[in-house]
């Protein structure tokens, strides 16, 4: 079951960096692009294909957003874009670790968040992806 999903806490947004920040490589030393993950792209993958998340993506100006256009933000081209996505997307204060990566499609970045639970505890909750323009501006979130 789709739904848009509340526990990421998203919606405390700043202002994007200029665009002339942008795609700055990352000083030495300094890691601001979190690696992606199968996990990660899977959520995205998903999300961008799935027969179910079409009417969603619809809804949101996302039905032209192709999974194979889709590629992670690495510190050697985009270091100012995950720092401010970063300062951007809020996780929530869940007590599970929890994994992102960056990833920009067609206009749009995906930010998935997938909980690391421990074997032996029963988790009822759902990876998600939260959905940005290009601007960094927030679309929606979205429980996988």
Avoid: K, W
């Avoid at 995205?44 to 799935?50: H, W």
């Avoid at 505890?121 to 679309?139: A, C, E, P």
């Amino acid at each position: 079951m789709i739904s848009t999903f509340l526990f990421l806490a998203a919606a405390a947004l700043s202002s994007p960096p200029h665009a002339s920040s942008r795609n700055v490589a990352a000083p030495a030393g300094l890691v601001s692009c979190p690696a992606e993950t199968e996990r990660t792209r899977a959520v995205v993958t998903r999300f961008l294909t799935s027969p179910y998340t079409s009417p969603l993506r619809s809804d949101y100006g996302l039905q032209n957003v192709s999974s194979a256009s889709v590629r992670t933000l690495t510190d050697a081209q985009d270091a100012a874009t995950c720092q401010a996505l970063q300062g951007t997307v809020q996780l929530s204060s869940n007590p599970y670790p929890q994994i992102t990566s960056y990833f920009y499609a067609d206009g749009f970045y995906f930010v998935p968040v997938v909980y690391v639970v421990p074997p032996n505890r029963n988790f009822m909750g759902h990876d998600g992806l939260i959905v940005l323009d290009q601007n960094l501006r927030y679309v929606s979130s979205f429980a996988m």
